[in-house]
Structure formats: C-alpha cells, structure tokens
C-alpha cells in the first residue's frame, strides 16, 4: 500500500516575470512526492474565481490528488522577482484564500490516517489556516512524520510561533539564512552549523533536522547521524520550489524503506533539476 503524504497550507500563482506557475510550498512538496511513489494530497483553499478553477484544472493535468474547499476570498497570487542568479524575491498577497483553509470533516479523516504531512510557518499567519493545521496535526498517527518546513517570508512570523511548530514537528526542514534568524532569535548565532541545528534537534527532541545552504551542499542531521552532500553544479533557470521538491524526495523515499542517506541523495538530484526548470512542479528525469 502506498504511504500517504499530504502536503498541508498554500496553494497559489507564482506570477514569474514571464508567466505564471502553479506553486505553494506545501502542494509543490506534495507534487514532488508523488512522483517518487507516494499517495500524495495537497491540502489548501481557494476562491470562486478563474485562477480557482485553472489551479483545479491544473492539478487534475498533473494528476496530484487535493482537498481545496472553496471559500469567499480570492485565490491567491505572488510576485515573483527573480534576481541574476535566479534567486527569487516574492510579494506575497495577504487576505486570499488559503489564509483561510476551513478544517472539515474530509480533511479530518485525511489526518488520521496520514504518513507524513509537511506543513511550514506561511499559512499560519491568519488564525483560520493556522487552527486548520493544528488540528490536523492533533488527528495524525503517532508514528506520522510531521515535517516542519519552516518558510519564514517577509514578516509573516514570530519566535512563539517557530516555538509552537518546533514542538509540534518531529523534523524541521530549513534553510541557512533561515537558520541564521532563527539562531538569533535562540541566541546562539555564534555556533557553527552543526551545532546549530544539533542544538534544535536535541532542544525540541526532533527525529531530523535537514538543512540546505544553496550552492553550499545540504545537511541531514539525526542524533546519531550526519549526512552531507555537496550541491551539483547546474545551469540556474530558477530556484523557485527547489527546497519543495527537496523535502518530497525526501521524505517519500524515507517512507519508502530507503536510508537517510539513500533519500538524501535522490533529494539532492531532483532539486538540483527543478533548479534548471521555471517554476517548481516539473517531472523529474535524470540525464542520460
């Protein structure tokens, strides 16, 4: 039988400066995942409006499983700018519908037989989504794997709410300028990376902490484990859902049966392809 993954928060139009791209970091995860074996179900909202129903028209293309209740505000959209690298910057418009994810009685039965769920800080900055996602992580098995993506964008979090996720996560996934805000915050920024997020893992009794640093390679650590993994030299379209596509990898090869070792590799092969696609949700194929 298939593990069930659901990826739970935003979904919404990546306005590129040449076209839009479906994305939102949970149904990017949830995109990627599928396509390495798992049962996958993006978890969100949206409006009764056109970019509602090409979201819609898109995932059933995509054949991506979703569970996005219409509500009355709009579905949402960011700016995206990327700079010369590719490295985007984003507008990200408040207000939309997946501020408000209503928890109903279908996503409830979803939570309590889910394998794993990832989830990050973004849609929890309106009190309707963030109450959805506590109680779906109160619904999950015990042995779910609760994958905290972090995502910290523009203004849009807080330490007390980093604090109530790291508690309710057994693995936190962030990246190294994340971690740079967050060891602040913590108060000790003057530790070297390791330590860092050794000090998250054992603080917060955490299964994983995976870190990725760009260019700079990717880290898993588990208490008695660390894998690093250099970054593979590619040609940069975008990194827009490069970290996404990383965590489904990810965790739907662990889920699989394979090593923190073996989905570590496979994670850092198909980053590194979104990285030479535009936008995020793109099949992955290994050149031959």
Known sequence: ?????????????????????????????????????????????????????????????????????????????????????????????????????????????????????????LAQRSEVSRNTIKEFLKHTPENCLKIFDINLRQQFYTKELIHDNLLACNVLKINDEELEIVSEMYGFSGLSVEEKCRRLLEQYHLDMVILTCGVNGSYVFAPSKKSFLETPKVEVADTVGAGDSFTGAFAASLLAGKSIEEAHQLAVKVSAFICTQKGAMHEYYEEK
């Not at 499983?65 to 700018?81: A, F, K, N």
Request: overall charge negative; hydrophobic content about 40%.
């Open 1 to 121: 039988m298939k593990q069930l993954i659901v990826g739970l928060g935003e979904i919404l139009w990546d306005c590129l400066p040449e076209e839009k791209k479906l994305g939102g970091a949970p149904a990017n995860f949830a995109f990627h995942a599928r396509l390495f074996g798992a049962d996958s179900v993006a978890i969100s909202a949206i409006g009764n409006d056109e970019l509602g129903d090409e979201i819609l028209r898109e995932l059933n293309q995509k054949e991506l499983r979703y569970l996005l209740p219409q509500v009355e505000q709009e579905t949402g959209t960011v700016q995206v700018t990327l700079d010369g690298e590719g490295i985007p910057t984003y507008e990200i418009k408040t207000g939309v519908a997946w501020d408000n994810i209503p928890f109903t009685a279908e996503i409830k039965q979803l939570a309590e037989k889910c394998d794993c769920v990832c989830y990050g800080s």
